[in-house]
Nanobody, 121 residues
Framework: QVQLVESGGGLVQPGGSLRLSCAASGRILSINTMGWYRQAPGKQRELVATITSGGSTNYADSVKGRFTISRDNAKNTVALQMNSLKPEDTAVYYC???????????????WGQGTQVTVSS
């Protein structure tokens, strides 16, 4: 079993910043891509940013230049620094990880429980 636990959501004014964190724990052999997705009310879940184990990153066009994804491979954590937040960034943010598990070495996709980010004055 593998668990992803997110933290760092909350209420922030437009133009403000928040930092989301996600820690993976359990029977982990290795983690490939980690990422953040978000889902606003009435909308489909969408990709925000991903990062490979080698550090290659990918961002949604809507967050490029404002959000930065990073990870600590030794600690099995991923973070999302969100700056210049806009009301349209309001959503539940989900951590995602492609984990190679013990003892089978099979790779599975895991999701965190989600953390609410609200951008409002």
């Amino acid at each position: 079993q593998v668990q992803l636990v997110e933290s760092g959501g909350g209420l922030v004014q437009p133009g403000g910043s928040l930092r989301l964190s996600c820690a993976a724990s359990g029977r982990i052999l290795s983690i490939n891509t980690m990422g953040w997705y978000r889902q606003a009310p009435g909308k489909q879940r969408e990709l925000v940013a991903t990062i490979t184990s080698g550090g290659s990153t990918n961002y949604a066009d809507s967050v490029k230049g404002r959000f930065t994804i990073s990870r600590d491979n030794a600690k099995n954590t991923v973070a999302l620094q969100m700056n210049s937040l806009k009301p349209e960034d309001t959503a539940v943010y989900y951590c995602n990880a492609a984990v190679r598990t013990l003892p089978t070495r099979a790779e599975y996709n895991y999701w965190g429980q989600g953390t609410q980010v609200t951008v409002s004055s």
